[in-house]
């Protein structure tokens, strides 16, 4: 095809973007580094190479009773907002009643309000009827905005579906759970899986609201993270930011992945 | 045992907001009964629980019946060999979580976050503060074995009259580390920071806590830690700010690494953290400025919401005995109130001046005290250097 | 104006969710789970929040006093002897660091979504889109920690900055001491905000009508010409938007003023967070900067909704 745009060889905004990119890893690819430097200390010294870090990390009691909450959360969110939230998304799409722009608003809350704010709001909220803050609270908490971005990104979709599809199914003999379950359910997962896996990651790296939510002995990654780097107790972060990095980078694959399929169907 | 602690925290709550007035109650009854069926589950699962340990602590509980002890203490208090020797003698698994100031560990437990923990380590002034705020279970003193162990002067301290709710743990002072190699000439007292504000810009570092700093810099014009005379506080305040654009940060830990490599050059630290960075680089020194600084008494706690108090005294009486204490200062470099582990140390720590400064050291210092009405004072300056 | 946040209007959809309960099933199994949610752990507690502000410095252990606007005359009324103007200047530096991150973030990301959508090898594109906001699904805590390393006066900038010196002779750029600094805080929010922004700015672009560029070309535009009448315009509301979401996100964000702005940077949300689990403990106080901000923010999105792209927002 042609454009009038002048097309050099290499052009500057091609090496600015280049540039970008550099500056997006670069930060990720120092920690990486770093991680295998075989110093007592944290320094920007090079040392040599070493797997001592991470040899640490593994015997790292804490950090993997920290993963396993944060991962429990998640879970469980998540798993509770894949249904609601898709619940959610289906009963906007479907039916029209006074309010429901209100209704919508407030549901698109999360992804706006700043997390201080929920968090705070949360907190108060729990002191005020007297629940003792432990890992449900800060699941309760999480499923607010799991919710939210699974409705919103399964509400896209919805947008995109032939909205005459239910009423064939239902025309059809079929009663309407089958209709759901059976028609729309199919053409949906995609979107559900990735705003699962969107809410999903959100879930995992949030420090506010897990930090007001929390209570003693339920203790996510990002908290103890943030604990440790203000502390500065063990130096051994670097080799757990990068086997972090790997990981969301693998799930974010999949998650482009899925969203790529989604789309070219 | 848990059971016991919810409704108690629940009255702490109810009590606080029932003295909002009608429209409120109203409205907190109806979210409350609306949330009713919600919070019954929460409650039923956070029992049961406990039961087998607690929260996510249950996973790791060893089932022995003895469940989990979760501390809540400074970020250098316990290391691992220490717990893992508790945990291998009485069966108990624990689980720490650390604060980095007395404030914010009291925010935690206001605000409902700490009702897990069943030893807590408040400094000397705050176990007063928790005291007027009913928030520390008066110790059963049979149960533990070892007290008359303590130096004279912990036998009756001033913040908890002979030892009712607080055992005494550990001592330090507060003051100055530096580094020698970019540190030109020898810091003695406070003033030295003011002095050499320019040349040191953006490398030193003041405690993030209140009563520590306000008070230092009290100390710096002559007054008394605990000034609460409006016009002092004020004062201090003023000096302060004279010195913020040249602070890099408030920060109570975690500054060793860029102690060390150059990035920072003098810090405002207490003497536990300081003297372990002593010891482990010879160009790092820490010293009570001149015109004198804090000496602090860090206390074990049992606050009111404590779970598995059974295993709270376990840790109590394991801390008690002298060859742990012992143990303990040998790795952890706190000064002990414990005379017979104090006879048991090595001479080179005996010696040490930091660690155990003398006498005449020690009459220049004052023990932090609470400054009642005045706090919201410190506060409200804090706030502003803080935020300025 | 569909998202209306507004907090009077609540009370009338608790009325309508009753009504509906005795009305409607259907419509009750699919929204109702989520609407208890929603009301129970977002609606209640944000009108709790608004209760709470309007009750002068309440902290917990306390006798709260009665209601009043002790603590918004507190932050915004000079005439207040309670007055602290450091209030004020904590919400302007939050407002002066969102406003920075956005423009740095446009400034920095409108070429590369440009180049992303206009230039790059079509066959490539969306692996090119998925590299570039990949770094957005890492840990915020430990990308902000990585910039301490960087930053910090011995730190790899500098190391880098005395390598140039030492290769290049006569060449003496100073070296920088930008941890914590407000410098270091754009930088931070910057590196942390610029995918949304190529993101929403890359879905702009992509749909611009490719016609209008080469009708422009052949009426005899020249590329600046085309790019400044055409393309511009064109993405307008993807400009907006971008920028709104970031300023909004950067305005309260916590993590990076934190971690990398020392003493001289409390931003609005660290203040709030001093109010419940820092030194302060005022509870009152808290509550109503907390209200102020999201007051703020809804301000922005209404904006949004009424000026900008709708469609760019929500599929973001």
Redesign the interface.
């Known amino acids: 095809?042609?454009?009038?745009?002048?097309?050099f060889p290499v052009?500057?905004?091609?090496i600015?973007?280049l540039a970008?990119?550099g500056?997006?890893?670069?930060?990720?690819l120092?920690?990486a580094v770093?991680s295998f430097n075989d110093s007592e200390?944290?320094?920007?010294v090079w040392r040599g190479f070493s797997l001592r870090w991470y040899e640490t990390l593994f015997q790292d009691?804490r950090i993997f009773?920290a993963l396993?909450?944060t991962l429990?959360v998640a879970f469980v969110a998540v798993g509770i907002a894949s249904v609601?939230?898709t619940?959610?998304a289906?009963?906007?799409a479907?039916?029209r009643?006074?309010?429901k722009?209100?209704?919508?608003?407030?549901?698109?809350?999360?992804l706006?309000?700043?997390?201080?704010?929920?968090a705070?709001?949360?907190?108060?909220?729990?002191?005020?009827?007297?629940?003792?803050?432990?890992?449900?609270?800060i699941i309760?908490?999480h499923?607010?905005f799991c919710?939210a971005y699974v409705?919103?990104v399964v509400?896209?979709r919805l947008n995109g579906l032939d909205p005459h599809l239910e009423e064939a199914a239902l025309d059809l003999g079929a009663n309407?759970a089958q209709a759901l379950v059976k028609v729309l359910l199919p053409e949906l997962m995609p979107a559900i899986v990735s705003g699962c896996l969107l809410a999903f990651?959100l879930s995992?790296?949030d420090?506010?609201i897990s930090?007001?939510t929390?209570?003693?002995?339920?203790?996510p990654?990002?908290i103890e993270?943030?604990?440790r780097?203000?502390?500065?107790?063990k130096?051994d972060?670097n080799a757990?930011?990068v086997l972090?990095?790997l990981t969301?980078?693998m799930?974010?694959?999949l998650a482009?992945y899925l969203r790529?399929k989604g789309e070219s169907r | 045992m848990r059971g016991n602690s919810v409704p108690r925290q629940r009255s702490l709550y109810s009590n606080q907001f029932r003295r909002l007035g009608p429209t409120r109650r109203r409205f907190l009854q109806g979210a409350a009964a609306a949330l009713a069926g919600v919070t019954l589950a929460n409650c039923q699962r956070n029992i049961s629980d406990v039961q087998s340990g607690n929260g996510a602590g249950a996973t790791d509980s060893a089932g022995a019946g003895s469940g989990t002890l979760h501390i809540y203490t400074w970020a250098d208090y316990i290391n691992d060999a220490l717990a893992a020797e508790f945990t291998e003698r009485t069966g108990i698994n624990v689980v720490i979580d650390i604060y980095d100031s007395n404030e914010t560990m009291l925010a935690k437990m206001q605000a409902g976050g700490g009702d897990a923990y069943s030893i807590i380590y408040p400094s000397d002034y705050m176990v007063q503060q928790m005291l007027e705020l009913e928030m520390l279970t008066a110790l059963d003193l049979s149960r533990l074995t070892g007290l008359e162990n303590f130096l004279d002067q912990w036998q009756d301290p001033a913040y908890d009259p002979g030892n009712a709710h607080s055992l005494p743990f550990s001592w330090g002072t507060t003051g100055l580390l530096y580094n020698r190699d970019v540190v030109s000439g020898t810091p003695t007292d406070w003033d030295f920071l003011w002095d050499n504000q320019d040349s040191l810009a953006r490398r030193m570092t003041l405690l993030d806590d209140v009563r520590e700093t306000m008070g230092a810099v009290l100390k710096s014009l002559g007054y008394s830690y605990n000034s609460t005379d409006p016009d002092e506080i004020e004062e201090a305040y003023e000096r302060l700010l004279e010195l913020r654009p040249a602070l890099a940060s408030f920060m109570s830990f975690g500054y060793e690494d860029a102690l060390l490599g150059g990035d920072l050059a003098i810090v405002m630290a207490f003497s536990v953290d300081a003297i372990a960075a002593t010891l482990e680089d010879d160009r790092l020194e820490y010293i009570v400025p001149e015109s004198g600084s804090s000496v602090w008494t860090d206390t074990m706690v049992i606050p009111t919401t404590a779970p598995n108090v059974d295993a709270a005294y376990a840790w109590m009486n394991y801390m008690l005995e002298p060859e742990i204490a012992t143990k303990a200062v040998e790795s952890l470099y706190f000064a002990t109130p414990n005379a017979v582990s104090f006879d048991m140390l090595s001479d080179e720590l005996k010696s040490n001046e930091d660690l155990f400064p003398s006498e005449e050291v020690l009459a220049r210092c004052e023990g932090i005290a609470p400054v009642g009405d005045a706090t919201d004072l410190y506060d409200e300056y804090w706030t502003r250097i803080t935020s300025a | 104006m569909d998202a209306s946040p507004s907090k009077p209007g609540v009370s009338k959809f608790g009325g309508q969710f009753w009504n509906k309960l005795q009305t409607l099933a259907g419509p009750l199994a699919l929204l109702g789970p989520s609407g208890l949610w929603l009301v129970l752990f977002l609606v209640l507690p944000t009108l709790l929040i608004l209760d709470i502000s309007l009750v002068p410095g309440l902290r917990p252990g306390t006798v709260p006093g009665a209601y009043g606007f002790g603590n918004y005359s507190q932050v915004f009324n000079p005439f207040d002897p309670a007055f602290d103007p450091v209030y004020i200047q904590v919400i302007w530096r939050s407002i002066y660091y969102a406003a920075g991150t956005t423009c740095a973030c446009l400034v920095l990301g409108f070429p590369v979504a440009y180049w992303l959508a206009l230039m790059a090898p079509r066959r490539w594109r969306n692996l090119l889109v998925v590299a570039f906001v990949l770094p957005l699904w890492t840990s915020s805590l430990l990308r902000a920690y990585a910039w301490t390393s960087i930053l910090r006066p011995t730190g790899l900038l500098n190391s880098l900055i005395l390598w140039i010196n030492g290769m290049v002779p006569g060449l003496e750029i100073p070296t920088q001491d930008w941890l914590y600094t407000r410098t270091a805080v754009l930088i931070g929010l910057t590196y942390s905000f610029l995918p949304y922004m190529v993101l929403i700015l890359y879905a702009s672009l992509e749909k611009l009508d490719r016609s209008l560029l080469e009708a422009s070309a052949d009426l005899g535009a020249n590329p600046r010409q085309t790019f400044l009448k055409v393309t511009v315009p064109q993405s307008l509301p993807g400009i907006a938007a971008g920028c709104l979401l970031v300023f909004i996100t950067s305005m309260g964000d916590f993590v990076v003023p934190t971690l990398l702005g020392g003493a001289s940077s409390m931003t609005i949300s660290r203040l709030i967070y001093n109010q419940f689990l820092g030194i302060t403990r005022n509870w009152g106080l808290g509550s109503s900067l907390s209200m102020v901000l999201i007051l703020a923010v809804s301000v922005a999105i209404a904006l949004l909704l009424k000026y900008g792209d709708r469609s760019s927002v929500t599929e973001t």
């Open positions: 095809m042609k454009r009038s745009i002048p097309t052009s500057w905004q091609a600015f973007s970008m990119y500056f997006m890893y670069g930060p990720i120092v920690l770093y200390r944290y320094t920007s009691q009773q396993q909450d429990v609601v939230g619940l959610m289906i009963g906007l479907k039916y009643f006074p309010g722009s209100l209704y919508r608003g407030v549901s698109y809350l999360p706006i309000v700043p997390d201080i704010a929920i705070v709001a949360t907190l108060v909220f729990l002191a005020s009827i007297a629940v003792p803050l432990s890992i449900w609270t309760a908490a499923l607010v919710l409705a919103l509400s896209s309407p990651v995992v790296d420090l506010l930090s007001f929390a209570g003693s002995g339920a203790n990654l990002p993270i943030f604990s780097i203000r502390t500065g107790v130096p972060m757990l930011s972090l990095i969301s980078g799930i974010a694959a482009e790529y």
